[in-house]
């Protein structure tokens, strides 16, 4: 289910994935200095603690990410944030939680919510109705197995309804299937799968290993962990791109949303705010409208700061506002999802987990 419920310097931890200090030492005492550290730094109370500590450990050696107290303890504070360090943990009302969201998508597709809850009076595979099931769901894999079970038994079933089970971000670091598939294909996955990397998402060592990879495994200009937490509820590099959108606006005289999503989200749609910002500069930057939208289709990637697009326009905006502009900045959304019942912002959940980050820290 789409959601996101989701500055103190350490010594000279560096900021972004490494850290600079003292030579390391030999690699068995680095590895248990490691392990120590990953249980000093999770809090008190937590259930299988030792398994935890084991598959944190275990997380950080495959990704090759750097086991310092920052690094750790931006793990834990985004795990506390997300799921309070519960594998699957219950939900409250998700039953009505589901069905608003079946309703929702039922109207989306044009069709008739009440047919919809009709089909789901027949019977699953476990003898209930699929409404019934859904009436007593309590945990986010009980209703992703209900909907595979759901497709599974229907012809063409899963292929009809490819990508629309409602559980899209999983497990106790809530990572998004979409971002563990496609980082899947990049990189080895290092444990078996059992059935799908979808599913190695519910499981704890899936959903650490890819929380793990979405927050620290990528190089971006950022002095703060702040900014981290932002994209790890926005995507990567969204705290740069607000920043590059905030530049693109300064330089151009023209009203930019810092939203961190440079292109529109639908393929094929008339250029956003942002690629307008930025054409209207083309004669400035010496640049066509082309090679202004092939650099924005690296918003995603660490390859957009190297481009012309990126360097130009913040030279542009210096220059105009006679200053540097800051190179990351919170994004501004609102955040939306079936369990979201408040008005919660990307920059309220940052700052939410930062406060945890630094109690961790202080441990």
């Known amino acids: 289910m789409e959601y996101r419920l989701w500055p103190l310097i350490v010594g000279t931890a560096v900021i972004a994935v490494g850290c600079a200090g003292e030579p390391p030492g030999p690699p068995a005492r680095q590895a248990l200095e490691g392990r120590a ?23 950080f050696t495959a990704l090759k990410v750097p086991v310092t107290a920052a690094n750790v303890c931006a793990v834990v504070a985004v795990t506390e944030q997300e799921s309070g360090f519960h594998v699957d943990p219950v939900i409250p009302n998700l039953g009505a939680i589901a069905w608003r969201e079946i309703d929702r998508r039922a109207e989306r597709a044009g069709v008739s919510a009440g047919l919809v809850r009709d089909v789901l009076q027949l019977h699953s595979s476990d003898g209930r109705s699929y409404a019934d099931r859904i009436d007593h769901a309590k945990t986010e894999k009980e209703l992703s197995d209900i909907f595979e079970d759901f497709t599974g038994s229907i012809p063409m079933g899963r292929s009809a309804f490819a990508g629309w089970n409602p559980i899209r971000t999983r497990g106790p670091m ?53 900014y981290r937490f932002a994209d790890f509820n926005a995507g990567q590099y969204a705290s740069r791109n607000a920043a590059f959108q905030r530049a693109a606006s300064a330089a151009s005289g023209l009203a930019v949303i810092p939203d961190g999503a440079l292109l529109p989200h639908q393929a094929g749609d008339k250029p956003g705010s942002t690629e307008l910002a930025v054409r209207a500069l083309a004669k400035r930057l010496n640049l066509g409208d082309n090679a202004i939208h092939a650099a924005l289709e690296q918003d995603r990637t660490e390859g957009f700061e190297r481009t012309a697009v990126y360097r130009m326009t913040f030279d542009a905006a210096d220059r105009t506002l006679g200053r540097n502009l800051p190179r990351a900045e919170l994004p501004r959304i609102q955040l939306q999802g079936p369990k979201i019942t408040h008005s919660l912002t990307t920059e309220w959940y940052a700052h939410r987990v930062d406060e945890r980050f630094k109690r961790c820290l202080a441990r």
Not at 44 to 49: F, N, V
Not at 190 to 219: C, K, M, N, W
């Open 174 to 226: 809530q990572v998004n299937v979409a971002f563990a598939e496609a980082f899947a294909a990049s990189h080895a996955y290092p444990y078996p799968v059992a059935q799908s990397i979808a599913d190695e998402v519910f499981t704890r060592r899936g959903s650490l290993y890819f929380g793990i990879a979405h927050l620290l495994a990528y190089s971006a200009p950022y002095d703060r962990y702040l």
């Open 37 to 59: 550290l990953i249980d000093r730094s999770l809090p008190s109370g937590i259930a299988d603690r030792e398994g935890w500590a084991a598959d944190i450990d275990a997380a």
